[in-house]
Every structure is written in C-alpha cells, then in structure tokens.
T-cell receptor, first 113, second 116 residues
Framework: EAQVTQNPRYLITVTGKKLTVTCSQN?????MSWYRQDPGLGLRQIYY???????DKGDVPEGYKVSRKEKRNFPLILESPSPNQTSLYFC????????????FGNGTRLTVT | AQSVTQLGSHVSVSEGALVLLRCNYS??????LFWYVQYPNQGLQLLLK??????LVKGINGFEAEFKKSETSFHLTKPSAHMSDAAEYFC??????????????FGTGTRFLVSP
C-alpha cells in the first residue's frame, strides 16, 4: 500500500531535549516536505526536499533541522525544543511536479513542556 | 506571492443541505488549485485538483469545485451533506510557473460540521 509513515504519533517532551520525528514513504517520490498545523493558521511549511541531499527552508524553519540521505526518508529534528514548537506535524511527499498532489502521513502531535 | 483565503473558519449545515466551502486565490497567473480534507486524527487527503483542463472538477465523495478566473475563486460544493462529511477542509494553491518545483500554499482551513 502506498503510504507516508510518520513516527511517533504522539510525543511529549521537555524543553531542550533533542528529538527526531521520522518520516518514510514507499512511493519513490522525489519531493518531501514537513508542515506544522496550528489552529487558525492552517498548514505552514517548515522544510522541504526536492531529492536526496537537496533540502531547503520553508516558511517557518527556525528551530528545526532536516536531512535527506535516502530517497524514502526525511526525518525532522528538533535540537532544542521549546514550548512554541508544540504543534501537529505532518510529513508529505509527491512527485517533483508542480501539479502533483501531496500524500500526507497521519501526523505527529508534539507537546513541549 | 501566492495565497489563498478561505472564508468562514467554521461552517455548519444540516444533513441533506447544500455544501458550499469558499476559496479565493490571489495570483496574476491562474494557479493549480487543490482541495484537501482532514478527518479527525488523520492526515490530509486529496479531494480534487484543478490543473488546466475543465473548469468544473469532480472529486471523491461527491464533491466538485469550479474554477472561476473572473472571480479568482475555487469554491467546493456538494449537493447534499452527509454526517460523514464533517471534517476540516483546506484549499491550496501551487504556482504553475514553478517548473519542476512543488510548493503548495494552504489556506487556514474550514471546519465543516453537519447536524442531524
């Protein structure tokens, strides 16, 4: 089954404790992206990757890192989480075409206390 | 920069009523447009998309949307709401001038409620 898999689904952590949210897709998509969803703000792009070893900042990259060492994986790293990073995070992938729809994972709800 | 505006952060209708969720875009060049639906505790799923063919686009679950260039709109409609349509709906835009580059800009979403 074609899918984007994120782990974990729920994560509670404390300020400053490094964490990684994993994302994997099995559709051989070139393009992958991370979004955060906050009430009243919709989805905002954090980082994206157009292919292996090619990543770039989205609209809200501060406090986040990513890497793309393999085509299927695109982990999101929070080196020193802060409470304002409490949010619902989505990973998505697509073919690298402007008309291609995104395929989303089921989300990771992160709480930073 | 491209942007989309979804009028109405919350829309509520009775079961069987017409569904109308509004989306307006701002762009000098007609963009690609998408509607996504998000059910509770799930990721977003594509409902339909407009690329450049017919202006009336049919999607899954009986939804459709019409691209109107003169109004810069791409409103989502369905003749009769079902309880199962209750979800959050997002309109998104992609600039067709970004050759080989995928960047969707999302609206702030509309929470759609259906009452019995």
């Amino acid at each position: 089954e074609a899918q984007v898999t994120q782990n974990p689904r729920y994560l509670i952590t404390v300020t400053g404790k490094k964490l990684t949210v994993t994302c994997s897709q099995n559709m051989n998509h070139e393009y992958m992206s991370w979004y955060r969803q906050d009430p009243g703000l919709g989805l905002r792009q954090i980082y994206y990757s157009m292919n292996v070893e090619v990543t770039d900042k989205g609209d809200v990259p501060e406090g986040y890192k990513v890497s793309r060492k393999e085509k299927r994986n695109f982990p999101l790293i929070l080196e020193s989480p802060s409470p304002n990073q409490t949010s619902l995070y989505f990973c998505a992938s697509s073919l690298n075409s402007v008309a291609s729809p995104l395929h989303f994972g089921n989300g990771t709800r992160l709480t930073v206390t | 920069a491209q942007s989309v505006t979804q009028l109405g952060s919350h829309v509520s209708v009775s079961e069987g009523a017409l569904v109308l969720l509004r989306c307006n875009y701002s762009s000098s060049v007609p963009p690609y447009l998408f509607w996504y639906v998000q059910y509770p505790n799930q990721g977003l799923q594509l409902l339909l998309k407009y690329t450049s063919a017919a202006t009336l686009v049919k999607g899954i679950n009986g939804f459709e949307a019409e691209f109107k260039k003169s109004e810069t709109s791409f409103h989502l409609t369905k003749p009769s709401a079902h309880m199962s349509d209750a979800a959050e709906y997002f309109c998104a835009v992609s600039d067709r001038r970004n050759t080989g580059f995928q960047k969707l800009v999302f609206g702030t979403g509309t929470r759609f409620l259906v009452s019995p």
